[in-house]
């Protein structure tokens, strides 16, 4: 997908000031307590997500991750097609105090590849 310049601006900028993995990181670190996001639109969860992944659309995540993960310490692993909007949203709930989101590179069109179980 071909992305505006304005978008990528705000992209590299929150990058400035997140945590971003690729997925053999993430991999390497499945085992570690985490909560996984799917932030990706209604329409694409419903296409296909990994199993076990929790959706927060990016429309709707910063309204409702304070009821769906009161701990600001869990470690948030955040995906989307492909790294952009969980990188705006890792951004977002950083501001909001959560400490530990991260975003991960590469996002859901790594992930349906990777062999991590899927719902489709």
């Not at 071909?2 to 900028?13: I, M, P, S």
């Not at 959706?55 to 948030?76: A, C, F, M, N, S």
Request: charged share 30%; with cysteine; hydrophobic share 40%.
């Amino acid at each position: 997908m071909k992305h505006n310049e304005g978008f990528l601006r705000l992209v590299a900028d929150a990058k400035t000031r997140v945590t971003e993995i690729d997925l053999a990181t993430y991999q390497a670190e499945i085992e570690e307590p985490h909560v996984l996001v799917d932030v990706r639109e209604e329409s694409e969860w419903a296409a296909g997500h990994v199993k076990g992944a929790i959706h927060l659309g990016k429309g709707v995540i910063e309204r409702d991750i304070e009821t769906q993960v009161p701990d600001k310490t869990t470690k948030l692993v955040l995906y989307c097609g492909g790294g952009f909007r969980s990188a705006l949203v890792a951004d977002n709930l950083r501001k909001m105090g959560y400490t530990r989101p991260i975003t991960l590179d590469g996002g859901w069109r790594a992930l349906k590849d990777s062999g991590l179980p899927l719902e489709l």
